[in-house]
C-alpha cells in the first residue's frame, strides 16, 4: 500500500508545506515519520505526543538528525496520511523496548565475537 497524504487541513498549507512548488524538508519529513510515530495525524491534541515520540525514536537511534521544532509541529497541525492503524501509547512504547532490546542484543553477541 502507497503512503497517501493530505495537506490542505493545514492552515495555510502552500506556504508552510512547499518551497518554490516542491514540498519541504520539514514536511516530506513529517509525512514519513506518520509510519514511525504510529500517529497518522497531527492535531492540536497530539502535538505534545508527537513531539515526545518523535524525541524517544531519535534517542534509540531510530531517527537520525535533527528533528523538526515544536514550531514546524504546530504549523503542520492538519496534516493527515493513510498509515494507520494508529499505536496506542502501550503498543508505541512496546516496539521502543523491543528495539532497545534488539540493539543491547546485538551489542552483547558483539562484545563476546570479540573475546
Not at 5 to 34: P, R, S
Amino acid at each position: 500500500m502507497s503512503l497517501d497524504w493530505n495537506l490542505t487541513k493545514i492552515k495555510d498549507y502552500e506556504a508552510v508545506c512547499f518551497t518554490a512548488g516542491e514540498m519541504n524538508d520539514d514536511t516530506e519529513f513529517l509525512v514519513f515519520a506518520t509510519m514511525h510515530v504510529g500517529l497518522y495525524n497531527i492535531t492540536a491534541k497530539n502535538v505534545d505526543k508527537w513531539e515526545l515520540r518523535l524525541e524517544m525514536l531519535r534517542q534509540i537511534g531510530v531517527l537520525k538528525g535533527g528533528l523538526p521544532s515544536r514550531e514546524v509541529l504546530e504549523a503542520h497541525i492538519g496534516l493527515s496520511t493513510n498509515a494507520h492503524p494508529a499505536k496506542t501509547d502501550h503498543q508505541f512504547r512496546a516496539r521502543v523496548s523491543k528495539h532497545i532490546e534488539e540493539a543491547a542484543r546485538r551489542s552483547i553477541a558483539s562484545r563476546s565475537s570479540n573475546d
